[in-house]
């Protein structure tokens, strides 16, 4: 059962190797009479992080990020950004009494394309690889002394992919986005505003 996990999970990736390649290459394939857009913009978001083997006891955390990316003519593009999630806290199910101060980064890139319509509005699927950072953390004994914590980090990286729909104008982008993540260590679920400059 678990090398038929594995090699899901394999297969997986190197799908997502492959359409992004597809998708990266076809992004620059414009001509001379047309031209791509590039865009530059932040976000604000909510999430939901859920960790192995711990409980989360806040359930939302709390996540802003950056953005730069590029859109061709026929639609194809490319978008390289960063997001960072605070205000996570867990405990743990395997040792009673321990809790866990999480603070998860993302960087990523993710080939993208983008359906513009006649009114304004834009849909755009993202699917691409995240390599992502927790550090956290570990109080043993809370009771004993709230200030003894360890500090750990795990890193990692996995597929990543996302979808964004909003308003799209000459120079403004504004939207609203939903992103998944699901690594060995951590799955990220979230979604929010994002605003962009295209130039």
Do not use: C
Request: no cysteine.
């Amino acid at each position: 059962m678990e090398e038929f996990k594995i090699t899901s999970k394999n297969g997986f990736r190197a799908l997502v190797v492959v359409l992004s390649g597809i998708m990266t290459v076809s992004a620059f394939a414009e001509t001379e009479e047309q031209k791509g857009v590039f865009r530059a913009g932040f976000d604000f978001s909510l999430a939901s992080l859920e960790v192995n083997e711990l409980e989360p006891s806040d359930e939302i955390a709390i996540a802003w990020g950056l953005k730069v990316g590029y859109e061709s003519p026929n639609g194809f593009g490319v978008e390289l950004g960063s997001r960072k999630y605070v205000n996570a806290n867990f405990f743990s199910t395997l040792i009673p009494g321990t809790d866990v101060t999480l603070e998860h980064s993302i960087l990523y890139v993710l080939p993208t394309y983008t359906w513009a319509y006649s009114n304004n509005t834009f849909l755009r699927a993202k699917l691409g690889f995240g390599r992502w950072a927790s550090d956290y953390a570990v109080n043993i004994d809370p009771e004993r002394n709230s200030n003894d914590r360890e500090n750990r980090t795990e890193t990692g990286i996995d597929p990543y992919l996302g979808i964004e729909g909003g308003f799209q104008f000459k120079h403004v982008e504004l939207g609203l986005f939903y992103d998944y993540q699901s690594a060995d260590f951590v799955e990220v679920k979230g979604g929010g505003i994002a605003l962009s400059y295209r130039f």
